[in-house]
C-alpha cells in the first residue's frame, strides 16, 4: 500500500499467493480524491516488476492490472503470466 499526503486513505493493492510460487493480483483501490493521476499504474508496475525480481508466475485477476499488462506488453511479463 502506498500512503497519500494529507489523506488517511491507502492506496491498495490486494494480492495473494495461490501456490508455492504464484501470485494472484487481485484488486488495486486508489481512493477517489486521487483518482487520475496515475497511483495505480506505478502499483500495477511494482507488483509486475516484484513478479520478474523474485522469479514468480502473476495470476491477474484485477482488471486494472490485465489493461496495464496489454498497454505494456513487455516480455518479461508476459512470460510469467499464468492463465
Known sequence: ??????CHDKAVLLYEYVG????????T???DAYRGR?????LAKAAL???V???????LTCWYIQKYV???????????LQS
Open 20 to 27: 508455492k510460487r504464484i501470485v494472484d493480483l487481485q484488486h
Open 29 to 31: 483501490e486508489v481512493p
Open 49 to 51: 516488476d516484484f513478479v
Open 53 to 59: 525480481e523474485e522469479d514468480l508466475k502473476a495470476h
Open 70 to 80: 496489454k498497454e505494456n506488453p513487455l516480455p518479461q511479463y508476459l512470460e510469467r
Open 1 to 6: 500500500s502506498a500512503s497519500l499526503p494529507g
Open 38 to 42: 496515475g497511483i495505480a499504474k506505478h
